[in-house]
């Protein structure tokens, strides 16, 4: 089945740039979606159709996508933005979702 | 405003069955798939299966093939994951979620099933 792969964790200075990466065969083909989830909390979905925001995600959030790796970034990081970060794109060939591992963001 | 408000947390023996309920508002029930998430503690996200509350169509996970039971009930829009012979891996928290254009767009609060003898 298909395969999502993210770094386990990534850590940021206060005001710098987060990025996180997801790497998966022909990811190029595929939606990409990103969700934020803060301890205890359910994830938010924060980025769809690998660069689209919903309403109420701030700008400082964006999605980019480069050959085999879809990348979220963050801008501005805050103490407010560490969370694990997933991603997930729709595996056609099973006809169901598919989840990054996750990423944990920390705040230096 | 849509929300999706689950069910409470359980406690199950092994072996035993858990249904877990979600019931939707702010939106046309039927219009959306219903998708489950499962997340072990301080692990990842995992997908269960969905049902399409317009003609109760299933499809689940490989993993809980046969042991799952996702449906809807349109006149109280809400949706149901029964699970069935909960063994300790089972334990995690139970999200459900509208699902629309391939990606989660609002989640349930999540419901704890712990199974302990």
């Known amino acids: 089945s298909y395969v999502l792969t993210q770094p386990p964790s990534v850590s940021v200075a206060p005001g710098q740039t987060a990025r996180i990466t997801c790497g998966g065969d022909?990811?190029?083909?595929?939606?990409v979606h990103w969700y934020q989830q803060k301890p205890g909390q359910a994830p938010v979905l924060v980025v769809y159709d690998d660069s689209d925001r919903p309403s109420g995600i701030p700008e400082r959030f964006s999605g980019s996508k480069s050959g085999n790796t879809a990348t979220l970034t963050i801008s501005g990081v805050a103490a407010g933005d560490e969370a694990d970060y997933f991603c997930q794109v729709w595996d056609s060939s099973g006809d169901h979702p598919v989840f990054g591992g996750g990423t944990k963001l920390t705040v230096l | 405003e849509v929300q999706l408000v689950q069910s409470g947390a359980e406690v199950k023996k092994p072996g035993a069955t858990v249904k877990i309920s979600c019931e939707v508002s702010?939106?046309?029930?039927?219009?959306?798939?219903i998708h489950w998430v499962h997340q072990a503690p301080g692990k990842g996200l995992e997908w269960v299966g969905f049902?399409?509350?317009?003609?109760?169509?299933?499809k689940y996970a490989e993993k809980f093939q046969g042991r799952v039971t996702i449906a809807a009930e349109t006149s109280i829009d809400t949706a149901y994951m029964e699970l069935r012979s909960l063994r300790s891996e089972d334990t995690a928290v139970y999200y459900c979620?509208?699902?629309?254009?391939?990606?989660?767009?609002?989640w349930g609060q999540g419901t704890l099933v712990t199974v302990s003898s």
């Open positions: 702010g939106y046309t029930f039927s219009d959306s798939y």
């Open positions: 979620a509208r699902v629309r254009g391939g990606y989660f767009q609002y």
């Open positions: 022909n990811i190029e083909m595929k939606s």
């Open positions: 049902v399409d509350p317009a003609d109760g169509e299933t």
